[in-house]
């Protein structure tokens, strides 16, 4: 086995023994990036001196008897981290050429528990869009199959964990961007209960969805990512001042007497029948090992879309009235006004999709159609959290697919918005009800990775770690690797 295709808590332990150092991981790890990554581009930029540096940092704070999870693991971070003195763009021109002068709170965090930073991951413009096919720098490739996408918008960070070119990575996930490209790159992916991780230096697309969430080989990586990252922040109002437990002791593969509710109108029509049959085989794997798989309703899962495709386009076009040319990034050259530079750098720095939602939010927002829209979807937004509610009344945890169908082909969904949309229409419930979930996969429709999501309510990431982990355990769909 080469060291770049240890997962992290693997590493973990020949580090703590001393049998590799920090050093001879990373070299790996970015040889690995170096052969592999034109074909994949999960990456916008690599900092290899940086990695390097951070490397010998680790292994001197082992030799000085630090020990820790992560001291010493090479990560990759989605671009939309703050990250000091390293350019952070979020897929967007308007960028280009922003440098933070700090570090988000996720960042600090990681790096006080001494990893190893490899670089920026690509993604869909300021996270809008499935597919990363919205960036403003190419596309990233599926390993599985490169001539498909890896999903979005965390696609970077989930191509590289599944293309061995990181050991794990940071995502964030507004509507399913950690989970969806988890499960087209065949890898785990968890977003926290919205507030369980700090959002401060996470460059804001919709703030009340929002979270930073976590990509890796396995649930045991997720759950370690996750208990670096966890936390209250005084720097994010929103960020919850409660206890974090620890998540590895969470991880046992006992599910016996738990109940499992699988909400019918996610298993409907237009489900690809190759997702709709690996996820009720793993219903039987955890009704074998004792599980109460228990049939529910969440009545209100239809609307999750629509009110999903008001909400956030509201808070973006607010979110990203700051981009004026002047305070970041990218400013039109020939602007003759003051007004001009306003107009010519959003003209020109922001990309169709951007543009689209800057103008559904603001009309969703103004005056006449407030109440109709805005209004009516916050609405909604309270009665699809009340499904989740009761649905936890009856049960532990909820199982459903992460997405309709497998990756699908670059450019296949580019001209219709609505299509690429829908392939959300699993994740974004959950956004909007505030909760935690986890993305695993749980099969292979002709050669390309299906997942399925474990649901848990508010700050119940450790039912979602426990459930996972023991289909993990059951099963070695986590295991497969693509051939690239
Ligand atoms: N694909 C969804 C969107 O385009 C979700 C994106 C996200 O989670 N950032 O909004």
New binding site residues.
């Given amino acids: 086995m080469k060291l770049y295709e240890l997962t992290i808590h693997q590493a973990g332990e020949l580090l703590r023994n001393k049998s590799i150092s920090s050093v001879e991981l990373t070299r790996s790890v970015l040889e690995r990036i170096a052969a592999t990554d034109d074909k994949v581009c999960a990456y916008l930029r690599t900092t290899p001196e940086r990695a390097l540096h951070d490397a010998e940092q680790a292994d001197q704070r082992r030799a000085a008897g630090e020990d820790g999870p992560l001291l010493g693991i090479p990560l990759a971070i989605k671009d939309v981290l703050s990250t000091q003195g390293v350019e952070t763009t979020c897929g967007s021109r308007i960028l280009q050429g922003y440098v933070p002068p700090f570090d988000a709170t996720v960042i600090q965090k990681l790096r006080a528990a001494g990893c190893v930073m490899l670089g920026k991951t690509n993604t869909?413009e300021f996270?809008?869009?499935?597919s990363t096919e919205n960036s403003a720098y190419g596309v990233t490739h599926n390993p599985w199959d490169l001539t498909r996408v890896p999903g979005?918008?965390?696609g970077g960070s989930a191509a590289a964990v599944a293309a061995d070119e990181c050991l794990g990575a940071l995502g964030?996930?507004?509507?399913?961007?950690?989970r969806?490209p988890a499960a087209f790159c065949g890898i785990a992916g968890l977003k926290p209960t919205y507030g369980r991780v700090s959002r401060y230096g996470l460059v804001a697309?919709?703030s009340s969805?929002?979270q930073v969430g976590t990509l890796g080989k396995d649930v045991t990586d997720c759950a370690i990512l996750l208990q670096a990252i966890a936390g209250h922040d005084p720097k994010d109002a929103t960020s919850a001042n409660l206890p974090v437990p620890d998540y590895r002791a969470a991880l046992r593969p006992d599910v016996a007497g738990m109940r499992l509710g699988v909400p019918r109108e996610y298993l409907a029509e237009g489900i690809d029948p190759r997702v709709e049959s690996a996820v009720r085989a793993a219903l039987d794997v955890w009704a074998g090992m004792g599980a109460e798989i228990v049939d529910i309703s969440m009545p209100h899962t239809e609307y999750a879309l629509p009110v999903?495709?008001l909400i956030?386009p509201a808070e973006a076009s607010a979110n990203l009235a700051r981009y004026d040319g002047i305070r970041y990034g990218y400013s039109y050259p020939q602007a003759k006004d003051i007004w001009d530079v306003y107009r010519k750098s959003r003209e020109h720095g922001f990309g169709p999709?951007v543009k689209r939602r800057i103008m559904l939010g603001t009309y969703a927002l103004s005056a006449g159609y407030y109440d109709a829209y805005y209004l009516k979807a916050q609405k909604v937004r309270t009665l699809i959290k009340q499904d989740f509610d009761r649905a936890y009344e009856q049960c532990n945890a909820l199982i459903v697919p992460t997405t309709p169908m497998p990756a699908f082909r670059i450019g296949e969904k580019v001209d219709d918005p609505l299509q690429?949309?829908l392939?959300?229409i699993f994740?974004?419930s959950l956004?909007l009800a505030g909760g935690c979930g986890i993305s695993i996969p749980c099969g292979l429709a002709d050669g390309l990775p299906v997942g399925l999501q474990v649901f848990g309510n508010l700050y119940d990431e450790e039912t979602i770690l426990r459930v996972a982990y023991a289909y993990e355990q059951a099963t070695d769909w986590h295991l497969r690797k693509p051939g690239i």
């Fill in positions: 869909d996270t809008m869009g499935s979005g918008s965390s964030t996930d507004t509507g399913g961007s950690v969806q697309y919709a969805l929002d999903y495709y956030s999709e690429m949309y392939t959300d994740t974004l956004n």
